[in-house]
Antibody, heavy 125, light 108 residues
Framework: EVQLLESGGGLVQPGGSLRLSCAAS????????MSWVRQAPGKGLEWVSS????????YYADSVKGRFTISRDNSKNTLYLQMNSLRAEDTAVYYC??????????????????WGKGTTVTVSS | DIQMTQSPSSLSASVGDRVTITCRAS??????LNWYQQKPGKAPKLLIY???NLQSGVPSRFSGSGSGTDFTLTISSLQPEDFATYYC??????????FGGGTKVEIK
């Protein structure tokens, strides 16, 4: 069974740091890009960051660029999100998601087909 | 960034109703559009990918259509387990993925 399990969330003061982890199982981890998506309390979904299967390419939302770093350890089947200079507006449930692709007539479409249960990050003094 | 606008933001419907949710992109995104369902306290679940392709295991009462800037998610006969919030998401710009604001489907 394909599974993703996030950990590392918690309460942190503004300006502090936190590292989230996402343990993957049930699929060939290194073959898939992965993403982090967050949801602030009572709000919608917000894409945070993505990383290619090899880890060589990374992408960030403008709201976290320069503060967050996505990485992966394919030998440990684990995805990470290092979060620095945290702000109150970073308070959210953070989900990791597996990115799959669908190819038709040479065109590649991406979608997030498996999600973890999420880990809660609260930034408050 | 590409803005995704969903309408309505919420709706009330009865079991058995046909429900349609609309998603509009701020620029042409071809068929790079996915739909997700989220229930309270749970992670999102993929329903439709590439605008009209039903994810494995998703009931056939769900369908997606559209291309360019305008997309639709249709539930042909609403079931009790379908009361949830639905989000569209564009994957045209992989440098900046964006979600719609969500549509909450409630019981009438």
């Amino acid at each position: 069974e394909v599974q993703l399990l996030e950990s590392g969330g918690g309460l942190v003061q503004p300006g502090g740091s936190l590292r989230l982890s996402c343990a993957a199982s049930g699929f060939t981890f290194s073959s898939y890009a992965m993403s982090w998506v967050r949801q602030a309390p009572g709000k919608g979904l917000e894409w945070v960051s993505s990383i290619s299967g090899s880890g060589s390419s990374t992408y960030y939302a403008d709201s976290v660029k320069g503060r967050f770093t996505i990485s992966r350890d394919n030998s440990k089947n684990t995805l990470y999100l290092q979060m620095n200079s945290l702000r109150a507006e970073d308070t959210a449930v953070y989900y990791c998601a597996k990115d799959s692709k669908f190819t038709i007539f040479g065109v590649v479409f991406y979608y997030m087909d498996v999600w973890g249960k999420g880990t809660t990050v609260t930034v408050s003094s | 960034d590409i803005q995704m606008t969903q309408s309505p933001s919420s709706l009330s419907a009865s079991v058995g109703d046909r429900v349609t949710i609309t998603c509009r992109a701020s620029q042409i995104i071809s068929s790079y559009l996915n739909w997700y369902q989220q229930k309270p306290g749970k992670a999102p679940k993929l329903l439709i990918y590439a605008a009209s392709n039903l994810q494995s295991g998703v009931p056939s009462r769900f369908s997606g259509s559209g291309s360019g800037t305008d997309f639709t998610l249709t539930i042909s006969s609403l079931q009790p387990e379908d009361f949830a919030t639905y989000y569209c998401q564009q994957s045209f710009s992989t440098l900046a993925l964006t979600f719609g604001g969500g549509t909450k489907v409630e019981i009438k």
